[in-house]
T-cell receptor, first 108, second 114 residues
Framework: DAKTTQPNSMESNEEEPVHLPCNHS???????IHWYRQLPSQGPEYVIH???SNVNNRMASLAIAEDRKSSTLILHRATLRDAAVYYC?????????FGAGTRLTVKP | ETGVTQTPRHLVMGMTNKKSLKCEQH?????MYWYKQSAKKPLELMFV???????ENNSVPSRFSPECPNSSHLFLHLHTLQPEDSALYLC?????????????FGSGTRLTVV
């Protein structure tokens, strides 16, 4: 599976936008970019995924670089409930393999 | 409620016990997965079932034995575990194995081996 690189941790203030970066320089043409998050003591939760175009849903936006070697998950207004570990994963036909993710702390 | 239900939520077992973890989904998904999450470590993929056939087994010790009797149910049978097997065990399902399909996870079973 292609690898992703994320910062270990990030901090944000409540009510402010958060941009979570992910580098995936070895992405293949058929890899989808998936984002999940995991709150304490819970299983991971699907956030968003895309292939080439930017994507929006009720939780977040996904901005994909034109060369697809990086992407950014955007939380438009962080809340305390968004504090979690965020995982960026490349997925083709193979199964989902998680890295360490980015631990997001949201300060009131 | 995520659509994937795992029972029990917590389990304490001795090293000589035999127990089973259960996972159930009624999302119409065709693939199911077991993951292990140890403290301060990334999730590790253990087993993959697609259309009730095991398609992947990631060098998991034989003291872990999966079973998928139908597309809605997945079990993980445990016997003679070690204390280092204590972890959060997560079940997930997806509509298919292609990259376009996302996963739905359960809340996990917190296992403690004493």
């Amino acid at each position: 599976d292609a690898k992703t690189t994320q910062p270990n941790s990030m901090e944000s203030n409540e009510e402010e936008p958060v941009h979570l970066p992910c580098n995936h320089s070895t992405i293949s043409g058929t890899d989808y970019i998936h984002w999940y998050r995991q709150l304490p003591s819970q299983g991971p939760e699907y956030v968003i995924h895309g292939l080439t175009s930017n994507v929006n849903n009720r939780m977040a936006s996904l901005a994909i670089a034109e060369d697809r070697k990086s992407s950014t998950l955007i939380l438009h207004r962080a809340t305390l409930r968004d504090a979690a570990v965020y995982y960026c994963i490349l997925r083709d036909y193979n199964d989902m393999r998680f890295g360490a993710g980015t631990r997001l702390t949201v300060k009131p | 409620e995520t659509g994937v239900t795992q029972t029990p939520r917590h389990l304490v077992m001795g090293m000589t016990n035999k127990k089973s973890l259960k996972c159930e989904q009624h999302l119409g998904h065709n693939a199911m997965y077991w993951y292990k999450q140890s403290a301060k470590k990334p999730l590790e993929l253990m087993f993959v079932y697609s259309l009730e056939e095991r398609v992947e087994n990631n060098s998991v010790p034989s003291r872990f034995s999966p079973e998928c009797p139908n597309s809605s149910h997945l079990f993980l049978h445990l016997h003679t575990l070690q204390p280092e097997d204590s972890a959060l065990y997560l079940c997930a399902s997806s509509r298919g194995q292609g990259g376009i399909f996302g996963y739905t996870f359960g809340s996990g079973t917190r296992l403690t081996v004493v």
